[in-house]
């Protein structure tokens, strides 16, 4: 069964309700209830083919489910709706940009909308310099290299003030360096803008970046939703935590507190956390790998202002582009570690070897297990 959406601390601009797709007499989408917030970068993550395009494109109704409905602003609302498609612009993989000048391109939707030329000149202008290409207007749109296309492509959105922006995989064909820096400069900008987005992408860390909240999508089901740091830290499914490359969020019970720092028993073991949740509370716990520091079993730990100690055995290694991510176990108690190729082979790591894991109190996310249905 698909999870709901947390319920929006802010006023819902869309709510999608009852929503399932079928194609070909297969369902493709099924989803319970999607709320998207005032005010937010929503961030609808998932691997490919796993209905996440599709969700957007019902959404951002430009394709009609086959059941269920989709209101905005309370009102139902369907992709004929023109009043409701002027409230939104698209992003999508591929800019779309046609033979002409960058200017030309942006101004498009306003030269439809018949703004007046004086004013789509101002408001072209103020696009183009909030993409970081402010004075490009004469330039030939079919120079530009793919970010720089992408930048005009979003400027042509902005420009039409859209109180909605969705984006389908907009960083998704540019090459690793220009991702990594339009990644930074589309999530400042969208913040700038304060629209409301809803965001589609297969990667995590762009995920992570962008967003205020995520839902991850597999087999067209949300199987995780709500805050973006606790999503990404706090893996409640096996499927969820291979996802994003951790191990399932663990289980434990508060047992004492200090100053807003918990001692919590998972398993034989005691994690020290940070938080405002009561002795006695039964918690999920998440830890993410880069927040884990390995060191020799036998070696002098350095001042550290990590609470958390550990004498851990390596269970297994998985090499993951240029680092490698290290399942540790200690009591029944599993976490992971992500270490440099060289860190790796100065430890000496292998299954069976024992380190030292250290973690500060402040890098363990903490959630209450109560309220949580069990497989989501």
């Known amino acids: 069964m698909s999870a709901r959406t947390p319920a929006c601390t802010r006023t819902p601009i869309i709510v999608g309700e009852d929503i399932e797709v079928r ?10 209830r999607f709320e998207l917030c005032n005010g937010e970068t929503h961030a609808i993550l998932g691997p490919s083919g796993s209905g996440k395009s599709t969700l957007l494109r019902i959404l951002g109704l430009l394709e009609k489910p086959t059941r269920g409905h989709v209101a905005l602003d309370g009102r139902s609302v369907e992709p004929g709706d023109k009043s409701a498609r002027m409230m939104m612009a698209a992003v999508f993989q591929n800019p779309y940009l046609f033979k002409g000048t960058v200017g030309e391109n942006v101004a498009y939707g306003l030269a439809l909308r018949k703004i007046p030329k004086r004013e789509r000149a101002d408001r072209v202008a103020a696009a183009l310099e909030r993409v970081g290409l402010g ?14 296309a992408q930048r005009v492509a979003l400027a042509r959105a902005l420009v039409l003030e859209p109180r909605i922006l969705l984006l389908d995989e907009p960083l998704s064909y540019l090459d690793p360096l220009i991702k990594r820096r339009l990644v930074t400069d589309f999530s400042e900008i969208l913040s700038a803008e304060g629209v409301t987005a809803l965001y589609v992408t297969h990667d995590q860390d762009e995920a992570m970046v962008v967003a205020d909240r995520v839902s991850i999508i597999n087999e067209g089901h949300v199987i995780r939703s709500g805050d973006v740091d606790e999503v990404m830290t706090l893996p409640t499914t096996p499927w969820v935590a291979d996802f994003i490359g951790m191990d399932a969020a663990l289980h434990g019970t508060i047992v004492g ?60 290694i998985e090499r993951m582009g240029s ?54």
Do not use: C
């Not at 194609?23 to 319970?32: A, D, F, G, N």
């Not at 004075?135 to 720089?148: C, D, F, I, V, Y």
């Open 23 to 32: 194609y070909h007499k297969r369902s493709v989408l099924t989803v319970e």
């Open 135 to 148: 004075g490009t207007q004469k330039s030939s749109a079919l120079r530009l290299s793919g970010g720089e």
């Open 257 to 316: 507190a200090e100053e807003g720092i918990a001692d919590i028993t998972v398993e034989s073991e005691y994690i020290h956390a940070r938080t405002d949740l009561p002795v006695g509370t039964h918690v999920l716990i998440g830890i993410r790998p880069e927040d884990v520091m390995l060191f020799a079993a036998d070696a002098e730990l350095p001042l550290s202002s990590a609470r958390n100690r550990l004498r851990m055995q390596v269970a297994s």
């Open 323 to 376: 680092t490698d991510r290290v399942s540790l176990s200690s009591n029944g108690m599993r976490v992971a570690a992500s270490v440099s190729r060289a860190a790796a082979r100065e430890l000496d790591l292998r299954p069976g070897s024992e380190v030292m894991a250290l973690f500060k109190a402040t890098s363990v996310r903490v959630q209450s297990a109560v309220g949580v249905p069990a497989g989501v």
